[in-house]
C-alpha cells in the first residue's frame, strides 16, 4: 500500500509540475506565455527532481511505467510488483493532469489552439506521419532515461556502500541528478515528438483531456497514442539491457 500511494503521489506531483509549465507557457494570457522551449524543459527536469525528492525513499520513486519495466526486466523489480507501479502511475498521472486543468481554468476558454491545449496534456510529433521514426525517438530517449538512472545508482552506491535502489534516492543530490537527466534529454532528444519518454506520462493526461469539459478541446489524438505508450516501455527494456550488458551493478 505504501509503494502505491508513493507511486501515485509521485507520478502526480511530476504532471502537476511538468503539464503545469506547458500549460503556462502555451494557453494564451498566462504569464508565461510563449515563453519557450528551455522552460518547458526545465520545468520538467525540476518536475522530475521533486517527485524523486518526495517520494524516493518509499517506492524508488519509479514514476514511469517505462523505468518500472525496464528494473523488472533485469530482475532489480519483482513481477508481483509490477501491476502496483504500473496501475499507481497511471492514477496518478491522470489525476494530476486533472488539478493542472482546474489550476489553469480561466484559460482554456480565451485559448483557440486546439494543439495548445492538447500539447498542455500529452506529447505529438512535430512531423506527424513518421510514425516509425517517431517510435524510434522515444525508444532512444527513454534507453537513455533507464541507462542514465541505473548509472546515477550505481555511482551512489558504490560511494555509500549502499544496493538499495529506494534509498539511493531518498537523499543527496541523486534527485536532483535525475532532474538534470530529464532536462538534458529534453534539451537534446526532444524536438521531435516532445519526449513523453514515460507511458503514463503521456496516457494518464491524455485520458484527462478526453473526459474534461475542456472548451473547444478537439480530439485526443488517439491515433498516435500508441507510439509514446510502446516506445518508452521499449526503450526502458533496451536502456535496462544495456547498462546490465556492461556488467555494471546498480
Not at 555509500?160 to 538534470?180: K, M, R
Request: charged share 10%.
Amino acid at each position: 500500500m505504501d509503494i502505491f500511494v508513493a507511486e501515485l503521489v509521485g507520478t502526480a506531483l511530476l504532471i502537476i509540475l511538468g503539464d503545469g509549465v506547458v500549460a503556462n507557457v502555451v494557453l494564451a494570457r498566462t504569464k508565461g506565455n510563449d515563453s519557450g522551449w528551455l522552460v518547458i524543459t526545465t520545468g520538467w527536469g525540476l518536475a522530475v527532481a521533486l517527485a524523486v525528492y518526495s517520494v524516493g525513499r518509499i517506492s524508488g520513486a519509479h514514476i514511469n511505467p517505462a523505468v518500472s519495466v525496464g528494473l523488472w526486466s533485469i530482475g532489480e523489480l519483482e513481477a508481483n510488483l509490477l501491476p502496483t507501479y504500473l496501475g499507481a502511475q497511471l492514477l496518478g498521472a491522470f489525476a494530476g493532469a486533472v488539478v493542472v486543468y482546474f489550476t489553469y481554468r480561466p484559460h482554456w476558454a480565451v485559448t483557440s489552439d486546439q494543439a495548445a491545449k492538447l500539447g498542455v496534456f500529452c506529447t505529438a510529433p512535430e512531423i506527424p506521419r513518421r510514425r516509425g521514426a517517431n517510435f524510434v525517438t522515444e525508444v532512444v530517449g527513454t534507453a537513455v532515461l533507464v541507462f542514465g538512472v541505473l548509472a546515477i545508482a550505481a555511482n551512489a552506491s558504490e560511494l555509500a556502500g549502499e544496493i538499495d535502489l529506494s534509498a539511493v534516492f531518498a537523499t543527496g543530490i541523486n534527485p536532483l541528478l535525475v532532474g538534470f537527466l530529464v532536462w538534458g534529454i529534453g534539451l537534446s532528444l526532444g524536438g521531435p515528438t516532445g519526449y513523453a519518454i514515460n507511458p503514463a506520462r503521456d496516457l494518464g493526461p491524455r485520458i484527462a483531456h478526453a473526459v474534461l469539459p475542456i472548451p473547444g478541446k478537439g480530439g485526443s489524438d488517439w491515433g498516435y497514442a500508441w507510439v509514446p505508450v510502446l516506445g518508452p516501455l521499449a526503450g526502458g527494456v533496451l536502456g535496462a539491457l544495456a547498462f546490465q550488458a556492461l556488467g555494471w551493478q546498480a
